[in-house]
């Protein structure tokens, strides 16, 4: 069974780091609850429709995720209806994080396996952590670990991500634990 235990690294500035998506992140959370929004877990695709942007759920190539596109000035994001429902969930977060973060510097992004593991493209690192935190709030994410449950499988079910994705968050959280 994979659980999560809470690390405490004296050196661990990553908090420090993402400070921008997380308030830009909270706001829209925010904003979800003021529309009537389920935000734990996220209804996403609720979310991406409320600021008028399209959603299209289509077969793509295996590595490709989804991208985020302007066209005749409607905003749409597709997913790869081939994908897992919670790759899914975090694609279409990853995608409006590019259009919150970034759609003023380009009128579309591909999310591809190539960025999935290669920190290498600041843009996708940055909308990764976007959907984190939009996905799995840190208070939220914290409070379920410290009140419900440290497994990782739990926890994925409980904010519909994958068990990946969970790892990754509590990783850069400061919590450690198997898988870690």
């Known amino acids: 069974m994979a659980v999560i235990k809470r690390r405490?690294?004296?050196?661990?500035?990553?908090h420090l780091t993402s400070g921008v998506k997380q308030l830009a992140a909270q706001e829209l959370l925010s904003?979800?609850?003021r529309k009537g929004i389920s935000t734990v877990p996220l209804d996403i695709e609720r979310l991406i429709k409320s600021f008028g942007i399209k959603v299209k759920i289509v077969p793509m190539d295996d590595e490709v995720s989804g991208h985020l596109s302007l066209s005749d000035g409607v905003w749409e994001i597709?997913?790869?209806a081939l994908h897992h429902p919670k790759r899914q969930r975090f694609?279409?977060?990853h995608e409006l994080g590019h259009y919150v973060l970034h759609r003023w510097q380009c009128q579309r992004f591909e999310d591809t396996k190539?960025?999935?593991?290669?920190?290498?493209?600041?843009?996708e690192v940055q909308a990764n952590d976007?959907?984190?935190?939009?996905?799995?709030?840190?208070?939220?994410?914290?409070?379920y670990i410290r009140t419900v449950s440290k497994?990782?499988?739990?926890?994925?079910?409980?904010?519909k991500v994958s068990a990946y994705a969970v790892r990754v968050r509590a990783k850069n959280l400061g919590f450690g634990g198997h898988g870690l």
């Open 151 to 159: 497994n990782i499988d739990s926890i994925a079910d409980h904010f």
């Open 31 to 33: 904003e979800a609850r």
């Open 78 to 80: 597709a997913v790869n």
């Open 114 to 123: 190539l960025f999935r593991n290669n920190e290498s493209n600041p843009m």
């Open 91 to 93: 694609t279409l977060a």
């Open 130 to 143: 976007y959907a984190a935190n939009l996905l799995m709030p840190e208070v939220e994410f914290k409070e």
């Open 8 to 14: 405490v690294k004296k050196t661990d500035l990553s």
